[in-house]
C-alpha cells in the first residue's frame, strides 16, 4: 500500500503529563494500549503461577501440595484471569497500539472513554483475585460458573460477578471506540476493503463483543439476584432452571473463544506477507471467511452442553453447524499457506511464532472438530482431550499470536530492535514445552482421566509428571520473554522506520518509535 | 470517510443473495468483490446476511428433520 504524508516530528504535539499522572490521565492510544499490555502481561503471570501450582499437584498421584477445595479454586482462576485478565486485554493493547496507526489516524475516536476503559481493569482485577481472601474462598465451581455451585458458594462469588460486570463494561466501551474509530478515522482513500487484516479482525470481534458480553453481564446478573435476593433463575426447587443457565452462558461463550482467536488471526495475517514478501492471499476471501466465522460462532453455543441434556435433534443441529465452521477457518489456513508459497520468506522470530500458530492452531481446530461428533463428546466431554483441545487452541493459538505481534511490532513501539537470538530461544523452548505438557493430555483424556480433580488414579501418572515437566518448561520459558521485552525498550540497535524489508502498511511509514500523536496531518492512500 | 462511493446504491437481490452465500462459504473472487463494493450499501448486506443466517439455520434444521 502506497501512502505519503509530511510529518514533522519536530512538531509533534506531545505535551503531557509526565510522571505517574502521564498514566492515570492518558487519553493517548499508545500509552493505553502499552498499559493494557502491561497489565495483560502481569495477569499472564499470575494466571500462570495458578497453573503451575495445579501441575505441581498434578505432578504425582495424591495430594501434596495444597488441599481439594484450594484446586478448585485454582483451576476456575486461572481459567477466569487467563481469559479475562490476559488474552482479551492484551488484544485490546495490539487494536489501541496499532489500529489508529494502521488506519492513518491521529487517536482513538473516544480518547476520554479509552482511559476508563483501561482504568477498570485494575480494579476488577483486585475483586478478582481479592476473592481469594473472602471467606470461603474464591470461586471454585469452575470458570464457567454453574449454577447450583455459583448460587451456593460464599461471596467471593459475589466479588467474582462484580468484577465480570467491570470487565465487561470495559470490553464494551472498547468496542465501541474500536468500531467508531474504524469506520470514521480512517485516512483519505483507505476505503473498507483496503484495511489491514489486523484491521478487519478487530472491527469483527468488537461487533461480536457489542454482542455477546451484555448476554454475560445478563446472566450474571441473574446469579447475583439468585443469590442475593431470593430469585429462582436457576434453581430447580424454587421453579428456576440451572440448564437454562448453560444456554445463556455459552450464548456468550462460544462467541468469546472467536473474540480471542479473530485479533490472532488479524495478527498472523499481518506477519505471514510481511516474512513471505508477498501480498496477503485472497485478502478478500479472507474478510468473507472472518465475517462468516462470526456469524457462524452465535449458532453453535450448544456443543459445550451435549451432555447436558438435550433432544437428538439439537444435538445433530448444533453438530452440523459446529463442524461448518471448519470451512471457512479451513480458508484461512489455506490462505496462509498460499500466501507463503513461492514466497521470498524469512524466519525472524515473528514469523516462527507464525508458522507455529498456523501448525498447532490447525492440530487444536482439528481436536474441535473430534468434540464436536456427538457420540465421542459423549465420551471426552471433562476430559483432558477437552483441556488439551482448548490450551492448543488458546496457548498456541491466541498467546503464539500475541508473542508473534509483540515481536512484529516491538521496534516500532520501543523503537529498538529485540535481540534475536534470545526471540528464537523464546520460539524454541515454548513450542518445545508446549507440546510436552499438552500434547500428552490428549493421550490422558482419552484414557479417562477428568479434568478439574487434584487427585487421579495410577495408570496416569506417566503422563501428568511429563506433562507437568513441560508446563514449568513453558512457564519459566514466558521470563525470557519479559527480558527480551525489558532488553529492547531499554535500548539496542535503532530500528529504521520500516523494521521489517517486507512490511507494507501506514505504521511503517512513521518513525520508530512513532511521535506521541500518529498522523496530524492525514496521509493520503493511492 | 464514510462514502466509499458516490454512486446510488444499485445493488440487486440476486446480487445481495450472491455475496451472503459467498460470505457464508468464506471465498470471494476479487473482480466480484469490487462490484459487490461498488454497488451494496451495509444495509443491504446486514438484511441480506440475517435473512441468509434464518435461511441456514432453517436448512440445517430440515436436515436434521430428515436424519431423524
Known amino acids: ?526 | 470517510m464514510k462514502d466509499d462511493n458516490k454512486q446510488p446504491p444499485k445493488g440487486t437481490w440476486l446480487q445481495i443473495a450472491k455475496a451472503v452465500f459467498w460470505a457464508f462459504f468464506g471465498v470471494r473472487k476479487q473482480s466480484d468483490l469490487d462490484s459487490d463494493a461498488s454497488s451494496l450499501t451495509p444495509a443491504q448486506v446486514i438484511i441480506g446476511g440475517l435473512i441468509g443466517a434464518a435461511l441456514f439455520v432453517m436448512s440445517l434444521i430440515i436436515v436434521v428433520k430428515i436424519v431423524t
Not at chain 1, 501480498?279 to 453455543?301: D, E, K, R
Not at chain 1, 488458546?394 to 508473542?403: D, E, P, R, T
Open chain 1, 1 to 526: 500500500m502506497a501512502a505519503v504524508h509530511d510529518h514533522d516530528i519536530a512538531h509533534a504535539h506531545d505535551h503531557h503529563p509526565t510522571g505517574l499522572m502521564r498514566w492515570l490521565t492518558s487519553t493517548n492510544h499508545k500509552d493505553i494500549g502499552t498499559m493494557y499490555l502491561w497489565f495483560s502481561f502481569i495477569m499472564f503471570l499470575t494466571g500462570g503461577v495458578m497453573a503451575l501450582t495445579i501441575r505441581a499437584e498434578l505432578f504425582q498421584p495424591g495430594l501434596q501440595i495444597v488441599n481439594p477445595e484450594f484446586f478448585n479454586q485454582l483451576t476456575t482462576m486461572h481459567g477466569l484471569v487467563m481469559i479475562f485478565g490476559a488474552i482479551m486485554p492484551a488484544f485490546v493493547g495490539f487494536a489501541n497500539w496499532q489500529v489508529p496507526m494502521m488506519i492513518g489516524a491521529p487517536d482513538m475516536a473516544f480518547a476520554r472513554m479509552n482511559n476508563w476503559s483501561f482504568w477498570l481493569l485494575p480494579p476488577a482485577a483486585l475483586l478478582l483475585l481479592g476473592s481469594f481472601f473472602a471467606p470461603g474462598g474464591a470461586p471454585a465451581g469452575g470458570w464457567t460458573i454453574y449454577p447450583p455451585l455459583s448460587v451456593q458458594m460464599g461471596m467471593g462469588m459475589d466479588m467474582a460477578i462484580f468484577a465480570i460486570h467491570i470487565l465487561g463494561a470495559s470490553s464494551i466501551m472498547g468496542s465501541i471506540n474500536i468500531i467508531t474509530t474504524i469506520l470514521n478515522m480512517r485516512a483519505p482513500g483507505m476505503t473498507l476493503m483496503k484495511m489491514p487484516m489486523f484491521v478487519w479482525t478487530w472491527l469483527i470481534t468488537a461487533y461480536l463483543l457489542v454482542l455477546v458480553m451484555p448476554v454475560l453481564a445478563g446472566a450474571v446478573t441473574m446469579l447475583l439476584t439468585d443469590r442475593n435476593f431470593g430469585t429462582n433463575f436457576f434453581n430447580a426447587a424454587g421453579g428456576g432452571d440451572p440448564v437454562m443457565f448453560q444456554h445463556i452462558f455459552w450464548f456468550f461463550g462460544h462467541p468469546e473463544v472467536y473474540i480471542m482467536i479473530l485479533p490472532a488471526f488479524g495478527i498472523v495475517s499481518e506477519i505471514i506477507p510481511t516474512f513471505s514478501r508477498k501480498p496477503l492471499f485472497g485478502y478478500s476471501s479472507m474478510v468473507y471467511a472472518t465475517a462468516s466465522i462470526a456469524i457462524l460462532s452465535c449458532i453453535v453455543w450448544a456443543h459445550h452442553m451435549f451432555t447436558a441434556g438435550m433432544p437428538v435433534t439439537g444435538q445433530l443441529f448444533f453438530m452440523y453447524a459446529t463442524m461448518l465452521i471448519a470451512v471457512p477457518t479451513g480458508v484461512k489456513v489455506f490462505n496462509w499457506t498460499a500466501t507463503m508459497w513461492r514466497g521470498s520468506m524469512s524466519f525472524e522470530t515473528p514469523m516462527l511464532f507464525a508458522i507455529g500458530f498456523i501448525f498447532l492452531f490447525t492440530l487444536g481446530g482439528f481436536s474441535g472438530v473430534v468434540c464436536a461428533i456427538v457420540p465421542i463428546d459423549i465420551q471426552v466431554q471433562d476430559t483432558y482431550y477437552v483441556i488439551a483441545h482448548f490450551h492448543y487452541v488458546l496457548v498456541s493459538g491466541a498467546l503464539f499470536a500475541i508473542f508473534g505481534g509483540a515481536y512484529y511490532w516491538l521496534p516500532k513501539w520501543t523503537g529498538h530492535m529485540y535481540d534475536e537470538t534470545l526471540g528464537k530461544w523464546h520460539f524454541w523452548l515454548s513450542m518445545f514445552f508446549f507440546n510436552l505438557a499438552f500434547f500428552v493430555q490428549h493421550f490422558l483424556g482419552l484414557a479417562g482421566m477428568p479434568r478439574r480433580i487434584p487427585d487421579y488414579a495410577l495408570q496416569f501418572a506417566d503422563f501428568n509428571m511429563i506433562s507437568t515437566i513441560g508446563a514449568f518448561g513453558f512457564g519459566l520459558s514466558q521470563l525470557l520473554f519479559l527480558y527480551v521485552v525489558l532488553k529492547c525498550i531499554r535500548g539496542g540497535a535503532k530500528s529504521p522506520a520500516k523494521s521489517w524489508e517486507g512490511a507494507t502498511s501506514l505504521e511503517w511509514t512513521l518513525p520508530s518509535p512513532p511521535p506521541y500523536h500518529s498522523f496530524e496531518t492525514p496521509p493520503v492512500i493511492r
